[in-house]
């Protein structure tokens, strides 16, 4: 019984060093590069993610990506190479949520629920076709995860913009 306790108690310290470790890692706390230059702040520390605001983006990392050092938490990317990485990664997102852009292509909106198909796309200009009706988004209202395409709206939202009088050339959300 007496082990049982001393195995629990092991597990338990064994299961806290992480937090212990980055104790440094606190919104607010500003984070260094490798060589210990400025990388940016801490907005919002939670177990999945650590958001760092630099001086361009709101990026979020794992929290196992901080180290300790005199001056404050650390990353292995200085600022310049960790803003790449996210606009590699902004522009890989945008040309996928292009790639969708497409007729035909499926359409759910932000809770998830199928709102049609893309009907065509002008410009900047993307008319969705489905049972709640015809309407137009613009081009930056949509985002892709995997190849689903998702409307930056509800389906509540369309049906009332289109209940409401609205033509097929109004916005839904807007």
């Known amino acids: 019984m007496k082990f049982a306790k001393y195995a629990a108690a092991a597990a338990l310290a064994f299961a806290t060093v992480p937090m212990a470790a980055h104790a440094q890692v606190a919104v607010g706390a500003e984070v260094y590069g490798p060589e210990g230059g400025l990388v940016g702040q801490i907005e919002s520390v939670s177990d999945q993610a650590v958001v760092v605001k630099t001086d361009k983006h709101s990026i979020p990392l794992p929290p ?11 990353i292995t990317l200085n600022r310049d190479q960790l803003n790449a990485a996210m606009d590699e990664q902004l522009a890989a997102a945008q040309a996928q949520t292009e790639a969708l852009l497409v007729e035909g292509t499926p359409v759910t909106d932000i809770e998830g629920a199928n709102i049609g198909a893309i009907a065509s796309v002008e410009g900047d200009n993307v008319a969705v076709e489905g049972d709640l ?4 988004l613009p081009k930056n209202a949509f985002v892709s995860q995997g190849n689903v395409l998702i409307a930056g709206v509800t389906a509540a939202q369309i049906e009332a913009q289109l209940g409401g009088g609205a033509t097929e050339t109004d916005q839904p959300g807007g």
């Open 133 to 136: 009706g015809a309407f137009t």
């Open 64 to 74: 196992s990506a901080f180290g300790e050092s005199e001056k404050g938490p650390t």
